[in-house]
Nanobody, 123 residues
Framework: VQLVESGGGSVQAGGSLRLSCAAS????????MGWFRQAPGKEREGVAA???????TYADSVKGRFTISTDNAKRTLYLQMNSLKPEDTATYYC??????????????????WGQGTQVTVSS
């Protein structure tokens, strides 16, 4: 299993970015998939996740602004981020786990992680 994130960068507040996570070594639809972020000095927190049945869930801080999606044919997980705020600044990671995940927004349930991509939002 390999996960490679891309799409991070610097943007002004109110702007948008789309992160991608290229997956290899497994079938995307058979895994729980999540996006997490970690700011300096803070714990890694769940941002958005997709259950194996396609349901999605979001952290309250990003609801209505972020959208998680997958393209199974391209084996890619996406995170569309709109109306970005300075507090969204962090390193963003995608994660995957095959077995049942009771809380898909908690990092402890995921076995596989990407290397991360930096998102910086300036005011």
């Amino acid at each position: 299993v390999q996960l490679v994130e891309s799409g991070g960068g610097s943007v002004q507040a109110g702007g948008s970015l789309r992160l991608s996570c290229a997956a290899s070594g497994f079938t995307l639809s058979e895994y729980y998939m999540g996006w997490f972020r970690q700011a300096p000095g803070k714990e890694r927190e769940g941002v958005a996740a997709r259950y194996r049945d396609g349901r999605t869930t979001y952290a309250d801080s990003v609801k209505g602004r972020f959208t998680i999606s997958t393209d199974n044919a391209k084996r890619t997980l996406y995170l569309q981020m709109n109306s970005l705020k300075p507090e969204d600044t962090a390193t963003y990671y995608c994660a995957a786990n095959q077995i049942w995940v009771p809380n898909p927004l908690h990092r402890s349930w995921y076995q596989y992680w990407g290397q991360g991509t930096q998102v910086t939002v300036s005011s």
